[in-house]
């Protein structure tokens, strides 16, 4: 007797960019390059090391987290409008 196939959905390849720009971003990236230039050194450095590689983890949890709130708290400036 053979057993069911199970249907698995693929991995999801992009996710929307952290920095409320609603840009879908590739995996290995945190953020588009924009609200990446946005962020702070600091938390962009610590992105770098905590994600080298792919390493999972509650670090990896951390400077996500911090860099998440970051966005909520400094949302990115709003364009002034152009003429018609």
């Known amino acids: 007797m053979t057993s069911p196939r199970r249907h698995r959905r693929p991995t999801p390849t992009h996710h929307r960019c952290p920095g409320a720009c609603a840009r879908m971003v590739p995996n290995h990236h ?12 600091e938390i962009r450095r ?5 994600r080298r590689g792919g390493q999972t983890g509650p670090g990896r949890d951390q400077v996500e987290n911090a ?9 990115p400036p709003v364009p002034v409008p152009g003429p018609p």
């Not at 945190?30 to 050194?41: H, M, N, Q, S």
């Not at 610590?46 to 905590?50: A, D, E, G, K, T």
Request: charged share 25%; glycine share 4%.
């Open 46 to 50: 610590s992105l770098v090391v905590h």
């Open 30 to 41: 945190f953020a588009c390059d924009d609200c990446w230039k946005r962020l702070p050194r």
């Open 67 to 75: 860099a998440g709130q970051w966005f909520l708290d400094n949302p």
